[in-house]
């Protein structure tokens, strides 16, 4: 049952309406709310409710006809302070709706959003007070005065993972080289590659030097003995 979704700790309960069905709202949700045996008043707007009850707001799209967005969202939050009131049931149809701010305004002050997609499938998402979200989607039969639903398990679908070749991992190829390839890597000469040829006869490394004219050298066996000491 519907009713066990969304009766209890949501304080703002808000339908959105994708389908078209804003004309049944107050007997959908007078059923829901029945079957929990709840008692409700239906609520013009005002923010006076002297009395311990659920209220059910008349349909945004009335409202929107009376008061601006302003007024509609400020008396909501009253309504959300009053501790006479234990649940708030809103109905918004984006058909009829003209103001583009009403759904994802009402969305953002709501605890717990039931938008109905289609005839038979809708989304209820919750929002706990530690900032947790939680989406889940149902079949329904609301359109036949029904509240019962029906979770649709969506099933996790394991991608498969490929074999990982890491000779093809890298930005250059290395290995499984063509013949045509290996021949090309061979002759591949790089600028900074030194190129010795095979006849070429080895030659010893010779340190040569040559003085210059002003260079003093020590002709005699002790060079340190032009050295005066005190």
Same mark, same amino acid.
């Given at each position: 049952m519907i009713s066990t979704q969304i009766i209890g700790n949501y304080k703002f309960v808000l339908f959105v309406d994708d389908v078209g069905i804003e004309r049944n709202s107050v007997k959908i949700l007078d059923n829901i709310l029945?079957?929990?045996? +709840? +008692?409700?008043?239906?609520?013009?707007? !005002?923010?006076t409710v002297l009395k311990q009850t659920n209220v059910i707001l008349e349909a945004i799209s009335r409202l929107e006809l009376e008061y601006n967005?302003?007024?509609?969202?400020?008396?909501?939050?009253?309504?959300?302070?009053?501790?006479?009131?234990?649940?708030i049931f809103a109905?918004? !149809?984006?058909?009829?709706? @003209?103001? %583009?701010?009403?759904?994802?305004?009402?969305?953002?002050m !709501?605890?717990?959003?039931?938008?109905?997609?289609?005839?038979?499938?809708?989304?209820?998402?919750?929002?706990? %007070? !530690?900032?947790?979200?939680? +989406?889940?989607?149902? @079949? @329904?039969?609301?359109?036949?005065?029904?509240?019962?639903?029906?979770?649709? %398990?969506?099933?996790?679908?394991q991608e498969q993972k490929e074999d990982v070749n890491v000779d093809n991992i890298g930005t250059f190829k290395i290995g499984q080289f063509t013949a045509e390839e290996l021949e090309a890597k061979r002759n591949l000469k790089l600028p900074f590659e030194k190129i010795n040829s095979i006849n070429q006869e080895k030659k010893e490394a010779k340190i040569i030097y040559t003085p210059d004219n002003v260079d003093d050298f020590d002709?005699?066996?002790?060079?340190?003995?032009? +050295?005066?000491?005190?």
């Open positions: 029945r079957e929990a045996n +709840l +008692l409700y008043e239906i609520n013009d707007g !005002s923010v967005e302003k007024d509609i969202f400020t008396n909501i939050q009253k309504l959300k302070l009053n501790e006479n009131v234990s649940q109905w918004i !149809s984006s058909n009829n709706v @003209h103001s %583009k701010i009403l759904i994802p305004f009402l969305e953002h !709501s605890e717990l959003i039931v938008t109905i997609k289609s005839n038979n499938q809708l989304s209820i998402l919750s929002k706990s %007070k !530690s900032g947790n979200v939680k +989406l889940k989607e149902y @079949h @329904h039969e609301l359109m036949n005065n029904k509240t019962m639903i029906k979770e649709i %398990k969506i099933e996790k679908v002709e005699e066996d002790d060079p340190d003995n032009d +050295l005066q000491f005190i």
